[in-house]
């Protein structure tokens, strides 16, 4: 009996198939208990490169890089009003005053207040993110486990639909939101992205359920599953990478979103980001409000990022990597 550590790639004991001695490389993504020797999966290669010591070091210094302009940008938003219109965040050691009066004007301050923004983004955002997520599962499942006529050129047909200019639909969408009642609800928004989402969350998705090995699905109709148990049982607990990296590229989208929300918004339903582009006041007058404010708008992001950036990175390199 053999043991094959799966994370390695390597048998760990007497070999399983004829002519493997243990400590041969065996494959772990050829399945049905198949393997090969002498060969080494991109995967591996990829991961030797990408964790040499020089690798390494230049991912600090591009998240060094990277970090600097959102310190910047912290440091400035707790500075006062005149030094941050007259001299840099890089100036702080050498005079450093602290106050809170920026974020108080942003978040309390009758014309700048954040809170309805900040309510409007997450009642727009979380939808947006939820409707193209179920509706690209179900479509995916479909193109990749269902047999029915004219299933790959419609697949192709989706997955043009990606090259489509946004801006080239927002005149049709409007006149028929306004024909159906729509406008200026929460509705043309949240179908508008959901719209916009659908061809690459299906693409993505379907991508990933393809490379689930038939024979587990096979197994699960031997076992007398339909497709909604295999869809729910089956496949979804596998699925959790890609929903998570897809779910993280939609709600960062659909937040940092200004130009859906214009055009089919209204005043009532503004995200957080129309508050933010007329903080900066008409000549610019009041950009050191305007640091508390993105301050305060990327908190929700990056906690969403945080906190699936395990699935995230799963989710791509399972899409992007294959051994």
Do not use: C
């Not at 790639?9 to 049905?32: H, L």
């Not at 089919?264 to 008409?282: H, I, K, W, Y």
Request: hydrophobic share 50%.
């Amino acid at each position: 009996m053999s043991t094959t550590d799966r994370e390695q790639g390597f048998t760990t004991s007497a070999a399983s198939a004829p002519g493997v001695k243990a400590g041969d490389f065996v494959d772990p993504a050829v399945s049905g208990g198949g393997s090969r020797t002498g060969t080494v999966p991109r995967s591996a290669k990829a991961k030797k490169r990408l964790t040499n010591p020089g690798a390494s070091l230049i991912a600090i210094v591009l998240a060094v890089l990277w970090t600097i302009p959102t310190f910047g940008l912290v440091l400035s938003s707790i500075r006062p009003e005149i030094q941050t219109k007259t001299t840099g965040w890089w100036t702080f050691p050498l005079d450093p005053q602290v106050t809170v009066n920026n974020y108080n004007l942003v978040l309390y301050g009758g014309q700048n207040n954040f809170a309805s923004y900040f309510i409007n983004s997450l009642v727009i955002t979380l939808p947006a993110v939820i409707i193209p997520i179920t509706l690209a599962l179900l479509a995916a499942y479909a193109f990749a486990w269902m047999d029915f006529p004219g299933r790959d050129a419609l697949f192709v047909g989706v997955f043009a639909l990606q090259i489509v200019p946004i801006q080239v639909t927002l005149i049709p969408l409007l006149r028929d939101y306004n024909d159906a009642g729509l406008a200026g609800s929460f509705w043309p928004i949240w179908l508008s992205h959901s719209i916009f989402a659908l061809p690459l969350a299906i693409f993505l998705l379907h991508n990933f359920m393809k490379d689930i090995p038939k024979s587990l699905i096979e197994a699960a109709r031997v076992d007398g599953a339909g497709h909604v148990k295999i869809f729910f049982q089956v496949l979804m607990p596998l699925l959790t990478p890609a929903i998570a990296a897809f779910g993280v590229f939609q709600f960062l989208w659909v937040w940092n979103d200004l130009l859906v929300a214009l055009t089919f918004g209204s005043p009532d339903t503004f995200p957080l980001t129309e508050r933010l582009a007329s903080l900066v006041g008409s000549r610019g007058s009041e950009w050191h409000v305007l640091t508390a404010g993105a301050v305060i708008s990327i908190i929700v992001p990056l906690i969403v990022f945080l906190s699936l950036q395990r699935f995230f990175v799963r989710g791509l390199l399972a899409g992007s990597v294959k051994g």
